[in-house]
């Protein structure tokens, strides 16, 4: 059983459908509470692959795949070549300098933002 169904069965909602809903609270736009609300999904079930939504969900395999979990997910055990050779997704890693280029990003917001690790 997936985390996302068992916190359903157990609770009613899931922890993304909550933060959805916080993130609508805290006067977020209603796009970017969708995001929240839908990142656990699966990429098949939405309706537009292009969308926020999506890409939000690719950042999270994409990261899952490369090893950089958020502690409770684990790892992907394999990388799911035909999400990585997908065009658009190509063109964008490449432009980010690739996986490395995208930490090093990650990073250096990190270390401006003072957020602890």
Same mark, same amino acid.
């Not at 999904?41 to 969900?57: E, H, R």
């Not at 899952?64 to 658009?88: M, Q, Y």
């Not at 930490?103 to 933002?113: D, I, K």
């Given at each position: =059983?997936?985390?996302? !169904?068992? !916190? %359903?069965? /157990?609770?009613?909602? &899931?922890?993304?459908? =909550? $933060?959805?809903? +916080?993130?609508?609270?805290?006067?977020?736009?209603? *796009?970017? #509470?969708? /995001?929240?609300?839908? %990142?656990?999904?699966?990429? *098949?079930? +939405?309706? @537009?692959?292009?969308?926020?939504?999506?890409?939000?969900?690719?950042?999270?395999?994409?990261?899952? #795949? #490369?090893?950089? &979990? *958020? $502690?409770? !997910?684990?790892? +992907?055990?394999? %990388?799911?070549?035909?999400?990585?050779? *997908?065009? &658009?997704?190509?063109?964008? =890693?490449?432009?980010?300098?690739?996986? @490395?280029?995208?930490? !090093?990003?990650?990073?250096?917001? +990190?270390? &401006?933002?003072?957020?602890?690790?």
């Amino acid at each position: =059983m997936l985390a996302a !169904e068992a !916190e %359903h069965e /157990v609770f009613g909602f &899931t922890s993304s459908q =909550m $933060g959805g809903a +916080l993130a609508l609270h805290w006067n977020f736009p209603a *796009d970017l #509470a969708a /995001v929240v609300a839908g %990142h656990q999904l699966d990429l *098949d079930a +939405l309706p @537009d692959p292009q969308s926020l939504s999506a890409y939000v969900i690719r950042a999270r395999f994409f990261a899952r #795949a #490369a090893g950089i &979990t *958020d $502690g409770f !997910e684990s790892p +992907l055990a394999e %990388h799911g070549s035909d999400v990585w050779a *997908d065009a &658009t997704v190509q063109k964008q =890693m490449s432009q980010s300098g690739g996986l @490395d280029g995208i930490l !090093e990003r990650v990073n250096a917001f +990190l270390a &401006t933002a003072d957020i602890k690790r």
